[in-house]
Structures are given as structure tokens and as C-alpha cells.
């Protein structure tokens, strides 16, 4: 507590800045009562969220039951949340049901951090980053039991749409076994941003877009519509190339954006692109490729002869 009300403290650390908020933002106390119902939604309210979440909860489906088959027999329970901190959808044994539940740890159970003070899910959300909550680092003395393994999971169009959580029901879990379990979570929250996004964008060219020195290529992708203008990117890709990171954007010439360079712009290289990709199509044959233009095979020679392409 000492170093959550400290100067330095909350600029450093995403626990203590999460103890800052807990305590002095939330107004909550550590020693704060235990699990109450009225923390809960009713079936109603969940079903309400669980239907406008079901673009994402459909897709993560059978994300959740891989994470949780290299989870299960270490005593850790996969959960899902939307962005409010509800938890959506679980998985845990039955063995470590009567834990879980006694933590709160269930569907329509709230865990944002206004409500629950810094713990996996409402501090993941708070901070927009993947993190571990272990043991007693959580803000309430009734969590210290628990290790949280986190990453957020954002939206085709860049929100912020909920958490991935593992948390362990284990009195003996090591923070070096965290850091392992944290790899997985990471990379199956990247793995449902990526899902989702590519089903938001059927109709589209899905492209892998630069994502820099880190470790997101799962989820740098972009969207390119049938101009080869770049419409839609998830979060990453929008942080690698500099666009704004959530919501709609004026749409932008791929090229533009992956390096064509002026070199690449004009009607020339344009009609060039054409003219080259309808050959490969009917593998070099001019009258296939000229059919499929729509032109003559003597119209089709010239706009060759003009760009200085030759056939074999």
C-alpha cells in the first residue's frame, strides 16, 4: 500500500498504479466485504451481454478449449470477459469448481476494477496490456489465493472488446509458471483478434502488415477491398503504420501504406499490374487475357507494346 501512494510508485508499476486507483479513485478498502450476489447479473442482463458479445464469444469458442486443455491439469480455469469486466464464458474442472466459485470467478460475475480493485481482469482492462496478478498483489485480502494471467483482446476496429484470463486455483503456483502460462494467453488473445477481424472482413484481402520488433504478426493485418485501398487494420497494424488506433479511418492506398512508393503510383504501373495478372491467369495466352479484359487481341498488343511488355 506503501508504494501505491508513493510519488514514483504508480508511474512505474501497473500494480501499484492499479492500488492507486483502487484506492484512492474506487474508494475501495483491502479488507472489503466478501463475495456478494449483488455483484452478479441476473440471467437477463447476462444473456443481453452475452448476445451483443457474440460475434466474439462464437469465434472464441474453440480458442478457449485448447488454452484450457494446456492449462486444465495444473489447477487453472480459462475465463472471458467483455470489455466491462462481465465473465461471458469459463472453463474449469470440477474438481476446482467449489474454488473458482467462491472467488466470484463465474458468468455475469463483475471484475472491473472499480468494483474488485486490481485483480487480472478489471486491471487488464484498465491498462490495455497483457500483465500477471500474483497472489497478493490483488488489491482485496479474500484474492490473495489467486494468480491472474491477462491479455486484452481489441476489436476488428481497434476497441477494446475484453480479457482473456487464467487463473489458477493453486495455493503452490510459481511466478516462473505464470510467465509460461502468460505466453499461451497472449498468444490466444492475439489468435481471437485475429478471428474475429478476418470475419468482420470476408469480402476482403486480408494482408499481414509490418508489426515492427514486436511479436504481433498474428494480428497485424489489414483489410484491402477490391481498389487495393486499405479499409479496415486491427489494433497492432494500426500502431505499426500510424493510423488512428480505434474506429474508422479514410481509406488509404495499400501501396501507400506497405512501401510502394512514388515509383508504384501513376496509371502506367496500374494498368501494368492488369495486363500482367490476366496473362498469369490464362498462362500467357493474349487471346485468353484480352477475352478477359473485354478488349480485342489487337487492342491488347498495343497496351503491351506501350508498356514495353513482351510475350514468350
Not at 485480502?141 to 489458477?168: F, H, K, Q, T
Not at 509458471?177 to 489468435?191: F, Y
Not at 484491402?224 to 503504420?241: C, N
Not at 510502394?260 to 495466352?285: H, I, Y
Amino acid at each position: 500500500m506503501a508504494t501505491a501512494l508513493s510519488a514514483q510508485g504508480p508511474a512505474f508499476s501497473p500494480v501499484a498504479a492499479s492500488w492507486w486507483r483502487s484506492l484512492v479513485q474506487h474508494k475501495l478498502d483491502p479488507a472489503g466485504a466478501t463475495d456478494t450476489e449483488d455483484r452478479r447479473l441476473g440471467a437477463s442482463e447476462l444473456s443481453e451481454r452475452r448476445e451483443r458479445a457474440d460475434p466474439m464469444l462464437s469465434i472464441a469458442g474453440s480458442r478457449l478449449d485448447r488454452l484450457f486443455r494446456c492449462v486444465a491439469q495444473s489447477a487453472c480455469g480459462v475465463f472471458l470477459s467483455d470489455a466491462d469486466g462481465f465473465v461471458l464464458d469459463h472453463r474449469y474442472r470440477d474438481a476446482d469448481r467449489e474454488s473458482f466459485q467462491l472467488w466470484g470467478l463465474r458468468k455475469g460475475r463483475s471484475w472491473a476494477e472499480a468494483v474488485e480493485g486490481t485483480n487480472g481482469i478489471g486491471t487488464c482492462l484498465a491498462e490495455g496490456r497483457p500483465l500477471v496478478i500474483h497472489r497478493d498483489e490483488h488489491f482485496f485480502n479474500r484474492n490473495i489465493a489467486m494468480s491472474c494471467i491477462d491479455a486484452p483482446i481489441y476489436g476488428p476496429d481497434g476497441d477494446l472488446i475484453g480479457a482473456l484470463d487464467v487463473s489458477s486455483a493453486r495455493s503452490d503456483q510459481t511466478a516462473s509458471a505464470n510467465h509460461m502460462i502468460a505466453a499461451l494467453v497472449q498468444q490466444t488473445a492475439r489468435q481471437i483478434e485475429a478471428d474475429c477481424f478476418r470475419a468482420a472482413h470476408p469480402g476482403h484481402r486480408i494482408l499481414i502488415a509490418d508489426g515492427g520488433d514486436r511479436d504481433d504478426t498474428v494480428t497485424s493485418l489489414i483489410a484491402v477491398d477490391g481498389d487495393d485501398l486499405v479499409v479496415a487494420a486491427t489494433r497492432s497494424a494500426r500502431q505499426a503504420l500510424g493510423l488512428a488506433l480505434s474506429g474508422a479511418f479514410t481509406p488509404v492506398p495499400a501501396a501507400d501504406l506497405l512501401g510502394g512508393g512514388p515509383e508504384a503510383r501513376g496509371f502506367d504501373p496500374a494498368e501494368r499490374a492488369v495486363l500482367v495478372q490476366a496473362l498469369a491467369r490464362q498462362s500467357g495466352n493474349v487471346q485468353g487475357a484480352a477475352r478477359e479484359l473485354g478488349v480485342s487481341r489487337a487492342t491488347l498488343y498495343r497496351r503491351m507494346k506501350r508498356l514495353g511488355m513482351t510475350t514468350n
